[in-house]
């Protein structure tokens, strides 16, 4: 526990100025159990000095953010800074905790290519240390949607780890595990019944203190059941899954960080309908390492694994792994080079506007 009365804590870089001083005795949470640690603390020292606090966003709804501070829990309507704030942002509040002032760097931010058209990054959830990506071993279980899932952790420099959920509707599972090793990529793979409240407490020992864990998964996988268990009560509706694809309904309609019981926190992130990684094409080899090792032995520098002679790859890969690893790359290579259009259009205009300026100053 912080002591408002204490002063400035230097060893983690909270600060409790004279105005937070009068609004409570003592603050309700060690900061350390938010998450908070030597990253933040360099990059939050200009602030401190101004007097401003930093304090971690729990929940991010419509224009407003409800924030744990070093006097607790407060509704913040006004940011400040040009990034808006996440669920999972360490933020600067000003003194008066009336604004949010800025966002402070993030360390294994969750991000995908934002669904529809535009050519950009959608942060997910900020500042995420370890990702379960659920899949439900009923029509849920899909291999090819998985390596999606993971290349969106690998470029997001958070460590997957894949939770197998609905052994009790499975009867081979020996055999799933095994799929699901070969393409997990030297991710953990751990295997549960959420609804039986099996392996809920090797799951929850797979998160150090002070973590953030966040839940990946297609809506119907049991997130918000694990997310219960974890929990200890049921504090998040479920829903049944339909019986002819086993998908479910939306449950979870916000992204809410919880400190639990652990001593670490998690966050349910609602089912995604578009899972496209954001990121280089570059990032595709560390959940295909295998084809990056066989590429080495093609007869041609130069080849896209697309039925050329000599090639390694086609030769020695599973057809439906090769082809999701191409379309992977595809996708990747066409966000980049709309993303370099986008820049050099906007390039354009900027000096466009230069130019506009320099001809009316001439006219004068």
Known sequence: M????????????????????????ETPLNFEQLGWNSFFVPAFAPWREQGCAPARVMTQERGAWLVESPVGEILVRH????????????????????????????????????????????VLAANVDIAFVVMGLDGDYNPRRLERYLVLCRNSRV????????SDLCEDWDTRIAETRRVAAGADVLLMSALQNEGVERLASAVEPGQTAALLGSSGAGKSTIL?????????????????????????????????KYGWLLMDLPGLREIQPWGEASGMTDVFPEIAELAGRCRFRDCRHQGEPGCAVVAGI??????????????????????DLSLQAVQKAKWKKIHKAMRNFEKR
């Open 2 to 25: 912080l002591s408002a009365g204490a002063g400035p804590d230097s060893r983690l870089g909270v600060p409790i100025t004279p105005k937070l001083c009068l609004l409570v005795e």
């Open 159 to 166: 460590a997957p780890l894949v939770v197998l959920n609905k």
């Open 228 to 260: 219960n268990r974890l929990r200890g009560f049921e504090a998040q509706r479920t829903q049944p899954v339909r019986e002819g694809d086993s998908r479910g309904r939306h449950t979870t309609t916000q992204r809410q960080l919880v400190l639990l």
């Open 318 to 339: 599973d057809a439906g792994r090769l082809e999701s690893y191409r379309k992977l790359i595809r996708e990747a290579e066409f966000e980049e080079r709309r993303h």
């Open 79 to 122: 940011c400040r800074g040009e990034v808006s704030p996440v669920t999972g942002d360490w933020v600067v509040l000003r003194s008066d905790l009336a604004s949010i002032q800025a966002v402070l760097p993030r360390r294994g931010s969750l991000g995908r290519k934002e669904a529809g058209r535009r050519s950009q990054e959608q």
